[in-house]
């Protein structure tokens, strides 16, 4: 009989999803997928073509190959996947309904300004973003130019969260924030396991950080990293434990990466007003402050980013 997920890390991107997803697998009564990012719900459910997600993003196909990923399954309560391509699709939400009516949702939120920029600084080191300029590319978005990426409108979240009520009761549903994420990860995963339903005594390892913000000092490593050849692959899979492999892979890029450079100055003055009638929504639906979300001038902000220290 086929195991699929009872769970979802539903985004959103570069808040935080990466670190929640590797702590979460440390725990004995929770499997994780083994490939973060499956984009099953998004994608793999058509027959047509796949758009263009960049190099290293996965689509996982058809039902068949989407179960394999969870055939190591035993005895654990909580069975999930971490996709952030999730919330940004009004069709998943849908989808997960129309096959997994029971499972849960977990997103986790971060300011949009914030998340905007770690986002370009992302497709920026991945040659994906042509504009060197983050205020070129924000307005470049508000624009509506051919081409370019929704930096805030992926942050415009009520909307989002929506449609996942539209077909989920409210108690299968978990918010968090990356602030919250950022100053009690312990915290927050411990509220997680409470959701899940598994042991929330359970210590996961929360002082490390995982997609660390900032340019790769050698590109071509961080290549080699993300581009092994899939026989290579196989065998370091066959040989050596999951753990150790996640272990070595983040220790090598956390080596390969240098900090990110502070938002540049100006930039949430001329951008805040954009979203706030969003991030007010948000306040009301979450029934959380978020009025630092709404500060023309956060040096906090600046100092996450600079310092390099943010999580993904």
Known sequence: MTTLPNFFVIGAAKSGTTSLYTYLREHPQVFMSPVKEPNFFSWGLSDGDLPHL???ATVIRGFEAYGRLFSGVTDEVAVGEASVSYLNFPETAFRIRQHLPGAKLIAILRDPVERAYSSFLMRRRRGREPLADFRLALEA??????????????????????????HFPRHQVQVHLYDDLRADAAGVVRETFRFLGVDESFRADTSRRYEVGGSFRRPRVQA???GIPRPLRVGLETLIPSAARTRVYWKLRAWNTSSAPPMPPGIRRRFVPIIRADVLA??????RDLSSWLAADDPVSNHILKEGDELA
């Open 282 to 287: 948000l306040q009301d639906f979450i029934g």
């Open 224 to 226: 080699l990293l993300e």
């Open 141 to 166: 978005e508000q624009r509506g130019d051919a081409g370019q990426h929704p930096y805030l409108e992926r942050g415009r979240y009520v909307s989002r969260l929506e449609q996942y009520l539209e």
């Open 54 to 56: 960049g190099r290293g």
